[in-house]
């Protein structure tokens, strides 16, 4: 495929006229061709009207046809695997190994998607029979489904450029549940975005669906976002990103004439709790680990570990921690502004009283900070809230405690959190149990004896959490739940079968399991 720089809005190639950018390699500094082209507020107009405009016709079309639709996707995401994987790897400086698992990622969730359309669950179809002999007065026929919420706007994330971008989790949900998608496309991975949109494109076609079902778009992502966000016949927002950023995504859709759901991932530490009895079993597996699971990606994973609570009278982990780490050596963050961040970020520690305990060496390219390790005490985390707030990337903090009420009262005063890891024996099973309650307030996974890096994509998973680390802990980013952000129920009341939306109709021809007067079919 032949890359452009320009937006497709309902199919169409848009050469913006709002300014010029270019993706930059993140390992040389080399800016890559071709020029981005900035569209401008009319051209986001024109793209949410367009996803307006198909919405009707596409939210009607059959479940099958809609998993046809995503199983397209997947065949041409997969056609131009290859050429996806090239640039992807130039603009992000992430391996071709990383980046060919997070392909086969991608392609699996548009597909497990299409499975789940098939299956038809997530319709959530509730059937009450009429009672025409209940007294006092008759029982209405009352019937329930799950309908699409409208178009949706999806933010590409800077740390995932296949699997939470273009044609990512956010993306394959939306379009499963019936809701056309624009794409703010991420800048710092404008190629790679524009192949997967032209993927998406063309299924667009290939399946003869309206072209305003799908829209890529390039543009400043605060001035962009905010128009998307304010736009009225946008009807729900999905973001990866900063908390900053997600914020005022918030505010916006918030303060509209018609307030609007947002589905914001954030910003998360993801503490693990380590116990004396798994400590003594085997400190050095422990720490080998921690360190594995924290630089993973040079430490930009959404779950990489970032906290970490260790009993003040262990030291060996402590010192098998300095080891790990001290024999690493940083790797190429995705951009410039990510390594300022880093830098800023540990600053920060320093200056708010985190000692600095084992640093890596430092890459050989652009970009490539060495990974550090910090120390601190729970008495002094709970007095210093700041100290919560992530660091984008292999910086950790080791976090001392006295004893089990000293740990609990740091982890209450902890923020929301998309994971919580506990390592543990069974003689630390009652302090386990002690602190699982407030493990379950805080965040969306808890973790036994594993690291919180690696989210499995299936039916089980939640991949979110209380705020700041998602908007809405209720739902879930990764799996087949992410499908319910986007539809809301509907009942209808007494009407004939004959007008009633084919997935409640008496007949079910489209074979949805259902819940009819209470039981389950």
């Known amino acids: 495929m032949i890359l452009s720089g320009q937006s497709t809005i309902a199919g169409q190639a848009v050469r913006g006229q709002g300014g010029t950018s270019h993706a930059v390699n993140p390992a040389t500094g080399e800016a890559l061709e071709p020029t981005i082209y900035f569209i401008n507020v009319d051209e986001i107009d024109q793209a949410a009207r367009a996803a307006q405009a198909a919405f009707d016709t596409y939210r009607s079309t059959p479940p099958a046809d809609r998993a046809v639709f995503l199983e397209t996707i ?189 589905y914001a991932e954030m910003s998360s530490v993801n503490p693990v709790v380590l116990f004396p009895g798994a400590i003594a079993k085997d400190p050095k597996a422990l720490a080998a680990g921690f360190v594995a699971s924290l630089t993973l990606g040079a430490g930009q994973f959404c779950t990489n570990p970032g906290l970490i609570f260790i009993p003040v009278d262990a030291p060996s982990i402590t010192e098998a921690i300095i080891t790990a780490l001290g024999e690493l050596t940083g790797q190429t963050m995705l951009s410039s502004g990510i390594f300022h961040a880093f830098n800023e970020g540990n600053k920060r520690l320093d200056t708010r009283g985190a000692e600095l305990i084992a640093t890596g060496a430092p890459g050989s390219t652009l970009n490539a900070p060495a990974p550090t390790i910090y120390r601190t005490t729970a008495a002094h985390l709970r007095a210093t809230p700041d100290l919560q707030e992530e660091v984008f990337g292999a910086s950790a903090m080791i976090v001392t405690y006295v004893d089990l009420k000293d740990l609990m009262a740091t982890l209450e005063a902890m923020q929301g959190q998309l994971t919580s890891t506990v390592h543990a024996v069974e003689s630390d099973f009652a302090q386990v149990t002690a602190i699982m309650p407030i493990m379950e307030r805080k965040a969306g996974r808890l973790i036994f004896n594993g690291w919180p890096t690696g989210v499995e994509v299936n039916h089980a998973m939640v991949h979110g959490g209380p705020f700041p680390a998602t908007s809405d802990s209720r739902t879930t980013s990764v799996g087949t739940l992410a499908i319910y952000r986007f539809q809301r129920p509907v009942s209808y009341q007494g009407f004939p079968d004959q007008l009633l939306p084919v997935a409640i109709s008496d007949d079910n021809p489209w074979a949805l399991p259902r819940r009819v007067n209470g039981q389950l079919t």
Request: charged share 15%; aromatic share 4%.
């Open 74 to 262: 997947a065949a041409n995401l997969d056609a131009m695997k290859a050429e996806i994987v090239v640039r992807a790897q130039q603009e992000s400086g992430l391996t071709t190994a990383r980046l060919e698992g997070e392909h086969g990622r991608t392609t699996n969730q548009l597909r497990l998607f299409a499975k789940e359309l098939r299956l038809g669950a997530h319709q959530e179809v509730r059937i009450d029979s009429a009672l025409p002999e209940r007294l006092p007065t008759p029982g209405p026929d009352i019937r329930q489904r799950q309908v699409p919420l409208g178009p949706v706007a999806v933010f590409g994330a800077s740390n995932f450029p296949l699997a939470f971008s273009v044609a990512g989790g956010d993306t394959a949900s939306a379009l499963a549940a019936g809701c056309p998608v624009i794409v703010k496309a991420h800048n710092s991975h404008a190629g790679t975005c524009e192949l997967a949109g032209q993927a998406i494109t063309k299924a667009v076609a290939d399946c003869n669906l309206p072209p305003g079902v799908f829209s890529i778009i390039f543009g400043p992502g605060a001035s962009v976002g905010q128009a998307l966000a304010a736009h009225p016949a946008i009807k729900a927002i999905a973001f990866t990103g900063s908390q900053g950023a997600g914020t005022d995504l918030m505010r916006t859709a918030a303060g509209r004439t018609e307030p609007i759901p947002v």
